[in-house]
């Protein structure tokens, strides 16, 4: 009998820790989450991100906050391409290049203290970016502030 018991435990726990599907967020819970970008960010976080859609297998769609005078980190991501839609406001983004100081960073990605080369140009509501796997990225220079939706999807396989 209490197999059964550790075994149901087990799996509702399991289930527990899974993102519940999102599959729809309206123009009004997109605001609510900028509002709560601005009320609950730290002083000195870079960047607040929140989920805005999310389903198995297909990944998050994650809600970027930015604000001026806090540049993240460039960042590569190994073996996904991320592809990046501009809700409001406006800063610089940076693809390509190497990156400086380079470190391992959570699975398939490496992070580093700034990027050499590279193209560099202004983003602003309303634009599109899509940076190939493997390639160094930034955003820096946030004009006040900058929200991003950011969609990070595999290499398709050969």
């Known amino acids: 009998m209490r197999f059964p018991i550790v075994l149901l435990v087990t799996v509702a726990v399991a289930f527990a820790q899974q993102p519940a599907p999102k599959a729809y967020t309206g123009a009004a819970d997109v605001t609510a989450m900028i509002a709560k970008a601005k009320k609950e960010r730290k002083p000195d976080q870079g960047n607040f991100i ?10 998050v ?5 930015r604000v001026q005078g806090i540049d993240t980190n460039p ?10 839609y501009v809700i409001e406001g406006a800063g610089t983004f ?6 400086k100081n380079e470190t391992r960073g959570k699975g ?5 203290t700034g990027i050499e080369g590279g193209t560099s ?3 602003a509501k309303g634009d599109w970016v899509l940076v190939p796997e493997g390639t160094a990225h930034a955003f820096t220079k946030t004009e006040g502030s900058l929200v991003i939706a950011s969609l990070h999807f595999p290499k398709p396989p050969k």
Do not use: D, M
């Not at 940076?94 to 990156?99: A, C, D």
């Not at 398939?108 to 580093?112: E, F, I, V």
């Open 121 to 123: 140009r202004r983003i």
């Open 75 to 84: 960042n590569v991501h190994e073996t996904e391409a991320e592809l990046i």
């Open 94 to 99: 940076t693809t390509g290049g190497t990156l």
């Open 61 to 65: 769609v994650n809600l970027e906050s």
């Open 108 to 112: 398939a990605n490496r992070t580093g």
């Open 50 to 59: 929140q989920p805005l859609l999310q389903i198995a297998p297909y990944g």
